[in-house]
């Protein structure tokens, strides 16, 4: 075995290591679940045409990944503080022809099967509500084996850290009203969870700092923007992709 397969070897034991000790696992959506930035990026840009405002650049864009949909639109433009404008971007957008296709990310439907099996799943996200029960499904991501699901809508989102208190404290109510009349064991045999239990899994900078200043355990992908390199100051576990998590 050579340098190379003995660091994979070693690094592949730190992650089911790491694994082991977590009962709650914690994922963002878009490059982690499903491959979407490259149309994010684009139907802004199309959107920005459409309605006549400034076109931004497809890096503005892509550092705002992970934010809540609404901060994006601020951030971009300032402009849009006022709510009348951001709903009608937001309907434009959402009539805009998309020409380019959010898909799921290989293995990704198998992986969450298969790690639902041994940890309770939660999903973090900057989306709104509405886009995310709405293309989830049709993707074929069933929202139903998610314990709680976090959105850019929720009074407490990314990139605030505060997010896992946030996602935890809810959990831990579900998991308080079902420990005598969940059929599911895995929920019945958990009375609370704390921070130490959870892994977050994301793609982006803002994703690992996130996890970072919350003092949870993070694990990045590879299936956004960033390379391996990006990641090393935050000392985390790296994989290519969710479906390295089995």
């Known amino acids: 075995m050579g340098i190379v397969e003995i660091k994979k070897a070693e690094e592949r034991r730190q992650l089911l290591h790491l694994l082991s000790k977590?009962?709650?696992?914690i994922l963002d959506i878009d490059d982690t679940l499903i491959k979407s930035c490259p149309a994010i990026i684009q139907h802004h840009i199309d959107t920005a045409k459409k309605i006549g405002i400034r076109v931004p650049t497809k890096r503005e864009i892509l550092n705002l990944i992970s934010n809540p949909w609404t901060k994006i639109l601020v951030k971009v433009w300032p402009e849009m503080k006022d709510k009348k404008k951001i709903a009608e971007f937001k309907k434009v957008y959402r009539s805009f022809p998309k020409w380019l296709p959010i898909t799921v990310i290989p293995g990704a439907i198998n992986t969450l099967k298969k790690l639902k099996k041994n940890y309770l799943l939660t999903i973090i996200t900057g989306r709104d509500e509405y886009s995310l029960k709405k293309l989830l499904p049709e993707l074929g991501i069933d929202l139903s084996q998610f314990t709680v699901?976090?959105?850019g809508d929720?009074?407490?989102?990314?990139?605030?850290p505060k997010v896992f208190e946030f996602a935890l404290k809810r959990i831990n109510y579900k998991l308080r009203i079902?420990?005598?009349?969940?059929t599911n064991n895995k929920l019945r045999n958990i009375k609370k969870l704390t921070k130490k239990n959870v892994v977050y899994i994301g793609d982006t900078l803002l994703?690992?700092?996130?996890a970072k200043k919350a003092n949870v355990d993070f694990i990045a992908v590879l299936t956004g923007h960033f390379k391996r390199r990006d990641f090393r100051r935050y000392n985390c576990a790296v994989v290519d992709s969710v479906k390295e998590l089995i």
Not at 22 to 25: F, M, R, S, V, Y
Not at 178 to 182: C, P, R, S
Not at 207 to 210: H, L, S
């Open 22 to 25: 977590k009962k709650l696992i």
């Open 149 to 151: 699901i976090c959105h």
């Open 154 to 160: 929720d009074k407490i989102t990314k990139p605030d």
């Open 178 to 182: 079902n420990q005598d009349n969940n």
């Open 207 to 210: 994703d690992a700092n996130c």
